[in-house]
């Protein structure tokens, strides 16, 4: 990128006020960028711009790997030059870190000698300017030589100062909206691995009888291979058991797997009858009965088959934890919702007939690590489980209530957008 002076203007001296609109556009335009990388690219040509530098860098920490990465590159030729990867204890961060907090020239710290020739090799940069957070380097912008006479003076030293400023609020922004993230995808592939015991479970149930009409046919052919009656009919049976454990094995593969949400248009009612087929045989071993009441025209909604079904797996095996002791009934409805505005919804309610949530408690349910399993082994509760449920549902724009009677049971109601008629 050529160099250009600063565009307040060579003759005169920009007042307070046009420094003041200057940064606040600066500041409102990154504040609409949502990929860090566009972000960087944004910064470290407008801090080139006011320094009047040819060359600049800007690298970012990454917390996860703890070293600095290239987020942006303008006006050097040579990659090689400028490494996709710094070490936290190359030269230039840690003498960036450990500079003076009072420096001229914007904050920039002067580059010295060796402190660009290490494992980087050599960078045509002169200048360094450490964006410093809650006491912490997050990254660091790299600037070449200034072409400019004016690049030391008062207005362009407070430009740059206010300019670099709201950089580093904007990177740290983004930054921890994206440690955020990781954290939410981290829980989601916690809980998914965590339900996969009792899918297992569930599976083996349901390859039972596949697996006994194949045996059967294997046993039988070689007695009755010259009856074609019997080897079209057994042949049609045994192909769709095949199907059916095709079809249970890509599900559960599907659901091991993390995916980014891919919405389709499904029956709620084909995905609630999926997740209650996987807890029978839990239900079962508990003496726990299973009641259900789907309605035959239950709208269709646009979703992810996969995280709904981690919803109501959850909402299901919790409501098997609260009846674990002496048994008890699982209901589970759905129906069709009109709301005000003549809106189409659909409802799923989960009711079950165990120990109930006390008052004090509802009102946390959905917040991360709170949980009112306490006991040790399979009963034991992260406190994730409901925080995700609920993430997933918001995600779909729906919503998901609970009502509760200490001793009597607990009934919750997941409304979801259908697709209008």
């Not at 565009?7 to 609409?32: C, K, Q, W, Y």
């Not at 006479?149 to 206010?162: H, K, Y």
């Not at 797997?257 to 508990?286: G, H, Q, W």
Request: aromatic share 6%.
């Amino acid at each position: 990128m050529s160099a250009r002076p600063t565009e307040m203007g060579s003759d005169a001296t920009p007042s307070s006020i046009e420094l003041l609109d200057s940064v606040t556009r600066f500041s409102h335009e990154i504040g609409t960028l949502s990929d860090l990388e566009a972000l960087g690219e944004r910064i470290i040509r407008e801090l080139c711009r006011v320094s009047s530098t040819r060359h600049g860098a800007l690298y970012v920490l990454d917390r996860e790997h703890e070293h600095y990465r290239r987020a942006c590159i303008v006006g050097v030729t040579a990659e090689s030059c400028c490494p996709a990867i710094l070490a936290v204890t190359d030269t230039i961060p840690q003498h960036l870190f450990s500079a003076p907090q009072t420096v001229t020239r914007s904050c920039c710290v002067p580059i010295r000698r060796g402190d660009a020739s290490n494992e980087a090799g050599t960078m045509p940069f002169e200048w360094a300017l450490p964006h410093v957070s809650r006491g912490r380097l997050i990254a660091f912008s790299l600037f070449g030589r200034s072409l400019s006479q004016d690049s030391d003076s008062p207005s362009t030293v407070s430009l740059l100062n206010a300019l670099a400023q709201a950089a580093t609020n904007a990177l740290d922004t983004r930054m921890l909206l994206e440690d955020l993230q990781r954290s939410h995808l981290l829980m989601k592939r916690t809980d998914r691995l965590k339900s996969l015991e009792t899918i297992a479970g569930g599976f083996a149930h349901e390859i039972r009888n596949p697996l006994t009409s194949i045996k059967t046919f294997i046993q039988l052919a070689p007695e009755r291979k010259d009856d074609p009656d019997f080897i079209r009919e057994f042949s049609r049976v045994v192909l769709d058991d095949v199907y059916r454990i095709e079809r249970l094995i890509e599900e559960i593969l599907d659901y091991a797997r993390y995916m980014e949400p891919k919405l389709t248009e499904e029956d709620p009612n084909d995905i609630v009858s999926s997740c209650l087929y996987f807890i029978e045989v839990k239900a079962d071993s508990r003496g726990i009965k299973i009641e259900k009441e789907l309605v035959s025209d239950l709208h269709r909604v646009m979703l992810d088959r996969q995280q709904i079904k981690q919803v109501f797996l959850n909402l299901f095996l919790n409501a098997l934890d609260a009846m674990r002791e002496g048994g008890g009934v699982l209901r589970v409805r759905t129906r069709n919702l009109i709301k005000p505005g003549g809106t189409s919804w659909v409802q799923i309610e989960t009711q079950d007939t165990g120990h109930g949530i006390q008052e004090a408690n509802l009102e946390h349910i959905f917040d991360p690590f709170f949980t009112t399993k306490h006991e040790s082994g399979e009963h034991e509760g992260t406190g994730l489980g409901l925080t995700i449920v609920h993430q997933i549902i918001e995600e779909h724009h729906g919503e998901i209530q609970v009502t509760s009677t200490v001793g009597s049971g607990t009934t919750f109601l997941v409304n979801l957008p259908a697709i209008p008629s």
